[in-house]
């Protein structure tokens, strides 16, 4: 075969596939908003996490402002504590609230900051100090049963 | 530096574990001459020729090519030998995917840095001297025996190499195209000044044009001679191989116990 | 014989000859990385394997592809609507392709596609003393015909995975959008918010390189080891088959197992 026209082919190829590689990259995975330029670190520490996991998102109003970077446990309180990192273009009042949600009924848990009122700015290291725990639904149907119970008792 | 005898094979043995193909063998090959080397089939003729390529090592004794022990080159060593020779393949190995213009300048742009235009001039030129300067466009597929090995002789000498080699060049082929290689053969030898080592079992072909004739038979050297002198031969394997007689020294069975127990004792 | 006896050296045999062409394929592996030098010096060789190796596989990839998109679509659609949540159904399609069905389908029909051409092609060039001959000439052979073979494989095979997962989630789109009426929106944006670039695109396409490196290197030595007959040939070919495919379901639970534990 001619060398050019196998030249042509190949090329195409390599191209098509490179192409692929780029739609699944941008359209499909989340390599965009994945990207979040230039961060800074805050910590919130928590009685129980639930099923939060690495890397999920945090978000503030519904927009994903940052994602979590990773997840400890603190011997001395016995506590987790989460390192979220923030995008640099969404400054937080230091008395912003940092809660764990979960998305839809079984979905996945993310973190959600509902800010404060304070002038000064969470800066890098910082430590989030009102945090609201996971829900746990086991915790949440027995306090349901025995609300229940105790109202049937008073009657 | 030159040697008279640009190979020599001094007490070659070889075999598969615990068969020996060759034992104890010893043959010289002079620059210039075109030698053959004839036995029966399966008696290890073109392990010779790969022996002196360096494809396989040998079990005991040595080859040597040009002064050098082939065996105990390395791999540059080796294909720094290899580069001297061509060798014609038994159904020519050409390379399928490639013409026979592309056959023929292989060798030539794999191993040399030569202009395109002067490739293409020497490429013609080796066809030519096979007679199939015309054919230079077709691929192996559409050729018919006797041009692939034409064609294969051609890519062989490429490089114009001190020795060639050839592999049963005459099998399968019809007595035209077998008389036009025979004739190659001896002009190619004679025009290039190379050594030619022919490995075969046609009588015929190889009294007609050999200087030198080795017989092999059972691992060793039967006999060895000039055509003339093996013709009148009265070994009786060499007279029974010229004269193509069906059984002598080399019975028509195989290795067998005797008829009688193979049929009353059959397990 | 004792049939015990005869039982077990008949396993032993399989056991030492499975190990012996074990050892062989490694030393062919290697050899084909030591003479990469030589194929990437001459990059035409390569460019033109890659040409019977990838765009010669391109038409059984997209079609595939697209078919296997469309049928997870479907699929999912049924199971999804049951829990009330088909707009997923674009996550579970870009998942089940990107994490599986893309190396691992891709890979079995590159086995089955050109897996098998290598080792035919190379199979008769052996039967037919075509390596031999340049072996004679002083090329060496895995330098010119084994390596860049090789490395055609193990290029394409990436981009053939990456394609087959992007026109998978298109036959998927196809199914689930225009078809059953997932809200196009929902599709894009869910599957955008679950799959993860470094862990499920980069993921797929390691799985994918090492599935080129072993289903090219075992075509290339099926082929190099085969009995220069006609039957030999023929053996080789359904055992290139045999092997890579099992090969690459095993090496891909390994594979995931590594990377669900990280």
């Not at chain 1, 026209?5 to 780029?22: Q, R, S, T």
């Not at chain 2, 020795?163 to 049963?168: F, Q, R, S, V």
């Not at chain 2, 004739?183 to 080592?197: E, H, K, V, Y």
């Not at chain 3, 069905?101 to 199979?123: D, N, S």
Request: with cysteine; net charge neutral; glycine share 8%.
């Amino acid at each position: 075969m001619d060398k050019t026209i196998l030249d042509i082919w190949v090329g195409l190829f390599v191209a098509i596939g490179i192409a692929a590689l780029m739609g699944l990259a941008m359209r499909v995975g989340n390599l965009t908003s994945n990207t979040l330029g230039e961060t800074y670190t805050i910590t919130a520490n928590y009685e129980n996490i639930g099923g939060l996991k690495p890397r999920a998102p945090v978000k503030s109003s519904g927009v994903v402002v940052g994602r979590i970077d990773k997840i400890q446990f603190d011997t001395q309180a016995y506590q987790a504590v989460v390192t979220l990192k923030i995008d640099k273009r969404y400054p937080f009042p230091k008395d912003t609230f940092a809660n764990i949600y979960t998305s839809g009924l079984l979905g996945e848990q993310y973190i959600s900051l509902e800010a404060g009122g304070d002038d000064h700015f969470l800066k890098e290291g910082d430590r989030v100090s009102k945090t609201q725990d996971a829900v746990v639904l086991e915790k949440l149907i027995s306090q349901f049963l025995y609300s229940k119970a105790s109202e049937e008792s008073k009657k | 530096m030159a040697q008279k005898n640009i190979v020599e094979i001094k007490n070659l043995s070889f075999g598969y574990g615990n068969f020996m193909l060759h034992k104890d063998i010893s043959m010289v090959f002079p620059r210039g001459k075109v030698t053959a080397i004839m036995g029966g089939s399966g008696c290890g003729k073109t392990t010779i020729l790969r022996l002196i390529g360096g494809q396989i090592k040998p079990k005991a004794g040595q080859v040597t090519v040009d002064g050098k022990i082939v065996h105990k080159q390395d791999r540059q060593g080796i294909y720094e030998l290899r580069r001297k020779m061509g060798m014609l393949f038994q159904h020519g190995a050409l390379f399928t995917d490639l013409s026979v213009f592309d056959n023929v300048a292989f060798p030539m742009r794999e191993h040399t840095k030569l202009p395109e235009s002067m490739i293409r001039d020497l490429v013609l030129m080796k066809l030519n001297a096979v007679g199939l300067r015309g054919a230079h466009k077709l691929m192996p597929t559409e050729l018919s025996g006797g041009m692939a090995r034409r064609v294969a002789l051609a890519r062989a000498i490429a490089l114009d190499p001190d020795i060639i080699m050839y592999d049963e060049p005459f099998a399968g082929l019809d007595p035209i195209s077998m008389a036009v290689i025979c004739d190659l053969i001896r002009t190619l030898n004679d025009a290039l000044g190379a050594t030619s080592i022919i490995v075969t079992h046609d009588v015929e072909e190889a009294f007609s044009f050999a200087d030198y004739i080795y017989f092999v038979a059972d691992g060793s050297v039967a006999a060895e001679g000039t055509p003339k002198e093996l013709s009148k031969s009265k070994l009786p394997f060499v007279h029974q191989f010229v004269h193509g007689e069906k059984d002598g020294p080399v019975p028509f069975h195989h290795n067998a116990p005797s008829y009688k127990k193979d049929i009353y004792e059959w397990v | 014989m004792n049939p015990i006896f005869k039982i077990l050296s008949n396993i032993g045999n399989q056991v030492t000859s499975r190990i012996w062409r074990l050892g062989s394929a490694t030393r062919l592996f290697c050899l084909t990385l030591i003479y990469s030098s030589e194929s990437f010096r001459r990059i035409h060789l390569t460019i033109r394997e890659i040409y019977f190796t990838g765009v010669m596989s391109l038409i059984i990839i997209v079609v595939s592809a697209f078919f296997v998109g469309m049928v997870l679509g479907l699929q999912g659609y049924y199971t999804l609507q049951k829990y009330g949540s088909s707009e997923s159904i674009g996550v579970l399609v870009a998942l089940a392709l990107l994490r599986e069905l893309g190396p691992v389908v891709t890979a079995l029909l590159f086995a089955g596609r050109a897996g098998t051409a290598i080792t035919a092609e190379i199979g008769l060039m052996k039967a037919t003393e075509q390596l031999s001959a340049m072996e004679m000439m002083a090329i060496s052979p895995i330098a010119r015909i084994i390596s860049p073979r090789f490395w055609a494989g193990v290029i394409s095979m990436p981009i053939l995975a990456s394609i087959f997962s992007m026109v998978g989630v298109m036959g998927g789109y196809l199914v689930a959008v225009p078809i059953i009426g997932v809200d196009h929106g929902a599709f894009w944006s869910q599957m955008n918010v679950n799959v993860d670039f470094r862990i499920d695109v980069i993921n797929g396409l390691i799985k994918s390189f090492v599935f080129g490196v072993a289903c090219t290197i075992i075509a290339l030595y099926e082929g190099y080891d085969a009995p220069p007959t006609a039957e030999g040939v023929s053996r080789a070919t359904t055992r290139t088959v045999v092997t890579s495919s099992l090969t690459v379901l095993g090496l891909d639970f390994i594979l995931t197992s590594f990377m669900m534990s990280n």
